[in-house]
């Protein structure tokens, strides 16, 4: 006869849905590996919500060149 599946108690279901929120799971080496998720911000990337709304002089005050828009217009 299989045994009974325990149930989890309230902590144990917490802990398991903010291990959850924290990691996400991926295949490495044909194995499944519990790995950090990225950082995000509304469901984006950190670099491309800076991208959409840094305004040029923050960008500039925090050395990110590489995200001004060059406007030459001569």
């Known amino acids: 006869m ?3 599946k325990k149930k989890l108690t ?3 279901k917490a802990a398991k849905k903010a291990r959850q929120e924290k990691t996400m799971t991926v295949f490495r080496n044909g194995k499944q590996v519990r790995v950090k998720r990225p950082e995000s911000i509304d469901g984006m990337d950190v670099d491309e919500f800076i ?3 840094a305004d040029p002089l ?3 005050q925090n050395a990110m060149w590489e995200y001004l828009d060059n406007d030459d217009k001569k």
């Open 2 to 4: 299989a045994r009974q």
């Open 10 to 12: 309230r902590a144990q």
């Open 51 to 53: 991208r959409r709304n």
């Open 58 to 60: 923050w960008l500039h």
